[in-house]
C-alpha cells in the first residue's frame, strides 16, 4: 500500500520540500494550505501529488508529517490535531527553534513520534511562489530526536533529506540546537538589521561591494517568523550579541590605540581561526 | 603611436586589471613586478604585453600609471619614482582607503596628474594566480579626483572602468570615500573577524547556513594589507563600529526585555529599510 508524507504550510519551505520529494520512495506527496491562491498555484505547478485545504482529510493517512508553519501555528496544530495523527506515524516540524516547539509536542499522544527537523536552508523570500526543488543542495539538515524516538524513523527522515538533496545531517538535542543556531543564523539576522540601521546606509549606493551586501541580505526578513524565533530563543541569543559587542569593542579600542603591531597581532588571530575551519558551501542560495 | 599603461604590482588586482584591460583603446598593457615566480606566472598566462621587474625601464615611457600595491608600497613609489614619471601622465592607484594615498601624492611634481581610484571587487585571495579578468564584472567603482585633475584623465579612467566590466563611476572626494567605505567595507572585515573570535566558532560545522559563511568570508584576510588599510581609517571606522554597537544593544535590550511587540517593531522599521534600498549585485565574487 502506498505510503503519504503530508506537508502542511506550502510556503517557501513546506513548497520547496514538496518539490524536492518528487519520487522519494514511492511516497504520494500530499499538501495542506488553508490558502485558496496558495492552493491554486500548487494545483497548477504540480507541486504535490494532491493538495486541499483541510488537514483532517488526509492526516489520518499520513505516515510522515512534516509541519512547515511559524513556531505558533506548530502549536496551535498540536493541541487541535493531536487525536487526527494516525498512531504509529512521525510528525516533524522545520522550525528555526528546536525546544519550543519539542516543548509544545508533549501534549501529543505516546503513539505519535515527533522528531524536530531544521533545514539549513531558505531565502529572505516567502510563499510557493518562490519555492524551488534546488533549495536544499549542498546544505545542512538537522535533527533533534527525543529520547523516545524510534532509530526507523530516525533512519526515514535522514534518508528523506539525503534524497532532497541536503550535504548532511546533524543529530542533536533540542537545547543544543537552539544555542548554536543563535550564534550561526540568529546572530547574522541581528548584525544585518543592525548594519541597515545605520545613518550612513541610505548613502551606500555605489559604494557597497559584496561583502555588505552579503551581510545585509537577511535583513528583508519575515517580520512575524522572525519575532517568533527570535523571542523564543532570546536567552542564548542575547548571549551570542554580548560576546559580539565584546570582541568589536576589542577590535574597536586597538584601532583607536593606534597600536599598529598589535591590530595586526589581533587580525592574524581572528583570520587563522576563519583559515582553520574552511566552511565550504553556498554563500548565496540560488 | 601606441600608448601606455604600466601596471605595477601584479597581484590579485593588478593581475586582474591586466587581463580585463587587453584591447582598450589600443593600449599595450606593461606590467612591473619585483617577484620573478610572479613575472614568470604573468609570460606563460598571457596576463600583460611585457613586463619586467624594473620600473624604472618602463615608466618614462608610461601615459597611465596604475599602482596596484600597498598603501605603503605605494607611499614609497610616489618618493621613489616622482621624477621618472612622464609628464602629462596620469598616475592611479587601487588602494581602499584614498585620504592617506592621496595625501602621500603630494610629493609628485605639478606635471604628474593623481587620481585615485578604488575598483569595489575583490576575493579573499591573493596574488596573480587567482586574477581573472572578469574580476570587475558589474562592480562599481570609484573615482577621487583632485581640484586640479584634468577631465580629460577623469574620462581615460572612466572608460577604463567601463571597458573592464565595471556596473558604474562614482566620483567622490578622498575623505567622502574614506567615510563610507569604514561603514560598507571596512565594517563588514570587522564584523567577520569578531563573529570567528566568538568562543562557539570551532562547533559551528554542520550548523552553519548560507548568511554565516557570506558573514565570515571575509574574515580570511591579507594581514599586512589590511592593518594598514583599518589604522590608516581608524577615526571613521571606529565611529562606525561604535553604531553598529548601539544598534545592537538596542536588539539585545529588547530581546531581553521580552516586549515581543516592540521587537516586532524594530523588525518591522530595519527590514523596511533594506528593502527601501535594494542593493542587486553578486554577493560573492566568482
Same mark, same amino acid.
Given at each position: 500500500m502506498k505510503k503519504t508524507i503530508v506537508i502542511v504550510g506550502l510556503g517557501l519551505i513546506g513548497g520547496s520540500m514538496a518539490l524536492a520529494l518528487q519520487g522519494f520512495e514511492e511516497y504520494e506527496i500530499v499538501g495542506v494550505d488553508v490558502s485558496q491562491p496558495t492552493l491554486r498555484y500548487a494545483r497548477e505547478h504540480h507541486v504535490a501529488d494532491y493538495v486541499c485545504a483541510d488537514a483532517?482529510?488526509?492526516l489520518p493517512h499520513a505516515d510522515l508529517v512534516i509541519l512547515a508553519l511559524h513556531p505558533k501555528g506548530i502549536t496551535e496544530f498540536f493541541s487541535a490535531f493531536r487525536d487526527i495523527f494516525r498512531p504509529g506515524c512521525v510528525v516533524t516540524d522545520v522550525c528555526g527553534v528546536k525546544r519550543a516547539v519539542a516543548d509544545a509536542a508533549a501534549v501529543l499522544p505516546d503513539t505519535v513520534d515527533y522528531i524536530g527537523t531544521h533545514p539549513m536552508a531558505g531565502t529572505e523570500f516567502s510563499g510557493i511562489n518562490n519555492a524551488f526543488a534546488e533549495?536544499?543542495?549542498?546544505?545542512?539538515?538537522?535533527? &533533534? +530526536?527525543? +529520547?523516545?524516538?524510534?532509530?526507523?524513523?530516525?533512519?526515514?527522515? &535522514?534518508?528523506?533529506?539525503? %534524497?532532497?538533496?541536503?550535504?548532511?545531517? %546533524?543529530?542533536?538535542?533540542?537545547?543544543?540546537?537552539?544555542?548554536?543556531?543563535? %550564534?550561526?543564523?540568529?546572530?547574522m539576522h541581528i548584525i544585518a538589521?543592525?548594519?541597515?540601521?545605520?545613518?550612513?546606509?541610505?548613502?551606500c549606493k555605489g559604494f557597497e561591494g559584496s561583502s555588505f551586501?552579503?551581510?545585509?541580505?537577511?535583513?528583508?526578513?519575515?517580520?512575524?517568523?522572525?519575532?517568533?524565533?527570535?523571542?523564543? /530563543?532570546?536567552?542564548?541569543?542575547?548571549?551570542?550579541?554580548?560576546?559580539?559587542?565584546? /570582541?568589536? &569593542?576589542? %577590535?574597536r579600542d586597538v584601532l583607536s590605540s593606534g597600536d599598529t603591531a598589535l591590530l595586526a597581532e589581533k587580525l592574524t588571530a581572528s583570520s587563522d581561526r576563519k583559515r582553520k575551519l574552511d566552511l565550504t558551501g553556498p554563500d548565496l542560495l540560488a
Open positions: 483532517t482529510e488526509v533549495m536544499f543542495q549542498d546544505t545542512h539538515l538537522i535533527l &533533534t +530526536p527525543r +529520547p523516545e524516538s524510534t532509530e526507523a524513523h530516525v533512519a526515514l527522515l &535522514t534518508r528523506m533529506a539525503m %534524497y532532497m538533496g541536503c550535504k548532511d545531517v %546533524y543529530r542533536t538535542t533540542p537545547e543544543e540546537h537552539d544555542r548554536l543556531i543563535a %550564534y550561526t543564523s540568529q546572530l538589521l543592525s548594519v541597515c540601521d545605520d545613518p550612513q546606509f541610505f548613502d551586501r552579503g551581510c545585509t541580505r537577511v535583513a528583508a526578513l519575515d517580520v512575524a517568523l522572525w519575532t517568533q524565533l527570535l523571542s523564543m /530563543n532570546a536567552g542564548a541569543l542575547v548571549e551570542v550579541i554580548d560576546h559580539l559587542r565584546d /570582541n568589536l &569593542t576589542a %577590535y
